[in-house]
């Protein structure tokens, strides 16, 4: 079992940034890999960027590249999503979830076991 819970959501404007948190915890969660999905309202959950346990292996979607950075910190309890030049197309609820080590296709949302509540990021104009 693993447990996720995000924070960090909130509103900015264009062109600000964010940071959101997903703390991981359960006894197996050093074998899953972390990643950040979102949904905007009307449209299918999408993958933002994964990191594997060691923060050593990262991949980002392409609309994200550049902007957005993914880490784990020290005690690989915590996975960041540092968010910068925020723009409103980046408005959706923002997921973590954790990807057993078994599996490599990491932008696919159905073959994540485990995931967080959500926490929402509002862009304004």
């Known amino acids: 079992q693993v447990q996720l819970v995000e924070s960090g959501g909130g509103l900015v404007q264009t062109g600000g940034s964010l940071r959101l948190s997903c703390a991981a915890s359960g006894r197996t969660v050093s074998r899953y890999r972390i990643s950040w999905f979102r949904q905007a309202p009307g449209k299918e959950r999408e993958f933002v960027a994964t990191a594997n346990w060691s923060g050593t292996s990262t991949y980002y979607a392409d609309s994200v590249k550049g902007r957005f950075t993914i880490s784990r910190d020290n005690a690989k309890t915590t996975v960041y999503l540092q968010m910068n030049s925020l723009k409103p197309e980046d408005t959706a609820v923002y997921y973590c979830?954790?990807?057993?080590?078994?599996?490599?296709?990491?932008?696919?949302?159905?073959?994540?076991?485990?995931w967080g509540q959500g926490t929402q990021v509002t862009v304004s104009s």
């Open positions: 979830a954790a990807l057993s080590n078994y599996y490599s296709d990491y932008q696919r949302a159905d073959y994540h076991t485990y």
